[in-house]
């Protein structure tokens, strides 16, 4: 089945840093990416919708200047969490859409900052 | 808008016993529905999904599901569980089905343990 890649799976960073996380789908082109934010013991919750070439659309209550998301290419997308704090520690996930495909999701990232 | 509710947010039970995870939707217009489980520290890997025709789906690791317009549910079931069937499990629905317009709304999750 389709595969989508999420890197890193894990980082740990002093605050006020900026961190980058990729997803990559690896054999389809994802016309749409989605990135997610979940907290322990919750759901997944929706942070932002990116179509290639386009900005992306950011759900509400999520900061579009602190989580810089990048959709430059059909399988390339990444999150940036700028200057970020403990309170941005967290899993994020991505998953990506293309023409008949639905979504694919990567494997996580923990990020904790300390 | 839609959603969906999971009102068990955790499921005890023993190994080769039945188990049934519950999941009710709410939406104005037709919905696809999915099944996913999330083990520790990973991501979500798809179990099943319905999107037409049968009611009665079929998945991975001998999961099935049944949709249940009439009552806007999703039940996802198994008749014997295993030691390894202890994960998360998350409910989601969508209106589209690819692209921009396959916006999942996820419920807020089923934890499933099974224990000897």
């Known amino acids: 089945g389709a595969v989508v890649s999420q890197h890193p799976s894990r980082v740990i960073c002093k605050s006020g840093t900026s961190v980058k996380i990729e997803c990559r789908s690896l054999?389809?082109?994802?016309?749409?990416m989605f990135w997610y934010r979940q907290f322990p013991k919750q759901s997944l919750m929706l942070m932002a919708t990116?179509?290639?070439?386009?900005?992306?659309?950011?759900e509400q209550g999520v900061e579009k200047d602190k989580f810089l998301i990048n959709h430059a290419s059909l399988t390339l997308s990444t999150l940036t969490v700028t200057s970020a704090h403990p309170e941005d520690s967290s899993f994020y996930i991505c998953?990506?859409?293309?023409?008949?495909?639905?979504?694919?999701f990567g494997d996580g990232t923990r990020l904790s900052i300390l | 808008a839609q959603s969906v509710t999971q009102l068990d947010s955790q499921v005890p039970v023993f190994e080769e016993a039945p188990v049934e995870l519950r999941c009710n939707y709410s939406?104005?217009?037709?919905?696809?529905l999915f099944w996913y489980v999330q083990y520790p520290n990973q991501g979500l890997q798809l179990l099943l999904k319905?999107?037409?025709?049968?009611?009665l789906v079929k998945g991975i690791n001998g999961f099935e599901a049944e949709f249940n317009k009439s009552q806007t549910s999703f039940h996802l079931r198994k008749p014997s569980v295993h030691i390894s069937d202890t994960a998360e499990y998350f409910c989601?629905?969508?209106?589209?089905?690819?692209?921009?317009?396959?916006?999942?709304?996820f419920g807020t999750g089923t934890q499933l343990k099974v224990e000897l």
């Open positions: 998953s990506a859409s293309g023409v008949n495909q639905p979504q694919h």
């Open positions: 054999d389809f082109q994802a016309t749409t």
């Open positions: 990116s179509n290639e070439g386009s900005k992306a659309t950011y």
């Open positions: 939406s104005s217009v037709s919905v696809y």
């Open positions: 319905y999107l037409s025709g049968s009611t």
């Open positions: 989601a629905v969508t209106e589209g089905l690819t692209g921009g317009g396959n916006k999942l709304t």
